[in-house]
């Protein structure tokens, strides 16, 4: 997909998706058989619901057919929420990530998996686990150091509810 469909089709879509309490988050066109797949993830603060996205797609639906953005190949229109171990790449990303665990690449090529506890405008503060009985510790990463980072599955995670019951 050219740099001129992406921002076109982002200028086009961005306004309606904000009007449904939603991010856009990602855009992509790609071939499938003879017919074209027009992906869209949508988020939002809360996350995103199945109903929220079939209202959203039923709106971009709309639109696109109103417009010629696609042009005149057939495409599939695909609406979806971020996966559960989706990139953090933009600042609201590791907002929402507060709490959950997340895996960074550093520039200087170390790995680290660690709780997401604050994220300020300049990095964020981790509690890396501690390993074999030891107390896990603070660290400081900032968002210039930071490569890449994903959020982690975690299928034992409880949530701050839980903590507070136990408390």
Do not use: W
Request: aromatic share 2%; glycine share 6%.
């Amino acid at each position: 997909m050219s740099t001129t469909q992406s921002d076109r089709l982002r200028e086009l879509l961005e306004p309606l998706v904000a009007a449904q309490g939603l991010d856009l988050e990602e855009i992509e066109v790609a071939k499938a058989g003879r017919r074209r797949m027009l992906r869209i993830v949508v988020d939002s603060e809360e996350g995103v619901e199945l109903d929220a996205c079939a209202e959203v797609s039923r709106a971009i639906s709309d639109k696109l057919d109103e417009s010629d953005a696609m042009g005149d190949e057939e495409y599939v229109l695909e609406v979806s929420s971020p996966g559960a171990d989706r990139p953090l790449t933009e600042h609201r990303h590791y907002v929402r990530a507060t709490g959950r665990l997340a895996r960074l690449q550093l520039n200087d090529g170390a790995e680290l998996t660690a709780r997401i506890l604050v994220v300020d405008e300049d990095g964020l503060d981790l509690e890396v686990p501690g390993v074999k009985g030891r107390r896990p510790t603070a660290r400081r990463v900032e968002f210039a150091d930071v490569a890449k980072a994903r959020v982690e599955v975690e299928f034992n995670r409880k949530d701050k509810n839980e903590k507070e019951e136990e408390a």
